[in-house]
């Protein structure tokens, strides 16, 4: 009985969570569709005129799904050996919140409208369709971002001492009679300014005010190409450590594994 149950369990984790299999790319391909379908729901169901027209159909369709994911849910408990680890695993956490809002709905007003959060659970399709380049990119991006997270500090570090400086000098030069009424909000005008934003809410009137925000403009064009500098030394010399596999661990259900990996890097399980 346990063997045939091992067999049930493992055939629905290759179908669930795989996505190298027939059945297992159908599965996710449809639950796809679903996810869309359901977050369309939520979206027209906001617009006044159809609420008003089609509320109970919306209200029926959203329960619908509601109950397909949380059997879906529940069968993905159910297919990996450790149900605690993927349930407060990253796809876990994100696969309970997709089906919370439906019954938090039942207690309070306007519970359904999260239902949109369900949208993150596309997330998935980099996996489900084999996009293997684009999640090694996003896995390189990643890994670039921490090893330049040293220089981005210090960069971030002088972009707000220089805001600050360049906020107290217009305080200074314009003062509250042009619209820079404290440093707070002098501050605020030199960080929209230097982003290049410039919402134009606060202007300097005088000649060394105009003067000055010209060279914030200008310093604001280099100042964006400094984080895309770092960032892209460090792709350049993390690009050797791409590798993408979409395996998932039956005991864990963890990803990200090395293509040729037999053991899972994180619970030790056999992949």
């Known amino acids: 009985m346990n063997e045939r149950w091992e067999r049930i369990r493992h055939r629905m984790h290759e179908i669930i969570f795989e996505a190298d299999t027939p059945a297992g790319r159908v599965f996710d391909l449809t639950l796809l569709v679903l996810i869309l379908l359901s977050v369309l729901i939520v979206i027209l169901e906001s617009v006044p005129s159809l609420a008003s027209q089609f509320g109970p159909f919306f209200e029926q369709v959203e329960w619908m799904f509601t109950i397909l994911f949380t059997i879906e849910f529940v069968l993905r408990l159910i297919s990996v050996r450790r149900p605690l680890g993927y349930l407060f695993s990253f796809f876990g956490l994100v696969d309970l919140l997709s089906i919370l809002p439906g019954y938090v709905g039942l207690f309070m007003v306007g519970g359904n409208e999260l239902m949109a959060v369900r949208i993150l659970r596309l997330i998935r399709i980099f996996r489900i369709l084999k996009l293997g380049e684009y999640t090694a990119a996003s896995r390189l991006l990643a890994y670039s971002l921490r090893e330049s997270r040293a220089k981005i500090a210090v960069f971030f ?32 005008w030199a960080v929209i300014t230097i982003t290049t934003v410039g919402y134009g809410d606060i202007v300097p009137a005088t000649a060394a005010g105009k003067f000055i925000a010209t060279l914030i403009m200008m310093l604001g064009y280099v100042i964006i190409a400094v984080p895309t500098g770092i960032v892209a030394v460090s792709i350049s010399a993390a690009s050797s450590r791409l590798a993408v596999s979409t395996q998932a661990c039956p005991n864990c259900s963890r990803q990200g594994h090395d293509p040729d990996a037999v053991y899972c890097k994180y619970c030790g399980a056999k992949l």
């Open 157 to 188: 570090v002088t972009i707000l001492s220089l805001v600050v400086v360049l906020g107290a000098m217009m305080y200074v030069v314009e003062g509250r009679t042009n619209g820079f009424e404290s440093i707070p909000l002098s501050i605020y």
